[in-house]
């Protein structure tokens, strides 16, 4: 019922009942712009249900952890997609990293960045301590970006 819902104009011709409410003809409208549906990510590494999930349902995954831990992470996911029949390389891949300037050099972000994708992260989404100020965005802006496209 649910991939209906995001198919087209008249909604779903299913019926589902909840325990309070039962809902017919459901729809989503305005319709979203990604076609056939959005994308879905998965975020979490759970190795039994919520990776095996990922390699059911998910456009991408988000796990978090050290070079180590998510190597391993993604290895799991591949044997899921393997068991499967999914090809691994559909799903993309990120890691959510903090960065504190005040505790760590650029040059010490840039090498955590690049374990990181060595470790198979294809995007690395980060939380900025201090980014009520300007100046950690300034940093990073001109002391790490720079570095990072050379990887």
């Not at 990922?54 to 997609?81: M, S, W």
């Not at 990120?94 to 294809?122: M, N, Y």
């Not at 201090?130 to 802006?141: D, F, K, S, T, Y």
Request: proline residues 5%; positive net charge.
């Amino acid at each position: 019922m649910a991939s209906e819902m995001w198919s087209g104009g008249r909604g779903s011709e299913g019926r589902h009942e909840g325990k309070y409410y039962t809902a017919t003809r459901l729809l989503n409208s305005p319709q979203a712009i990604s076609r056939p549906r959005v994308p879905i990510m998965i975020g979490g590494g759970g190795e039994q249900k919520t990776l095996r999930l990922v390699a059911q349902y998910a456009d991408a995954t988000n796990v978090f952890g050290n070079p180590e831990r998510i190597r391993h992470k993604y290895a799991v996911l591949r044997e899921h997609c393997e068991r499967l029949g999914r090809p691994y390389d559909e799903i993309e891949r990120s890691t959510l990293q903090g960065i504190d300037l005040e505790r760590e050099s650029p040059e010490q972000v840039v090498k955590w960045f690049g374990q990181l994708g060595e470790a198979g992260a294809q995007h690395i989404i980060v939380s900025v301590r201090g980014v009520a100020q300007i100046a950690p965005l300034e940093r990073i802006g001109a002391e790490i970006i720079p570095q990072l496209r050379a990887l």
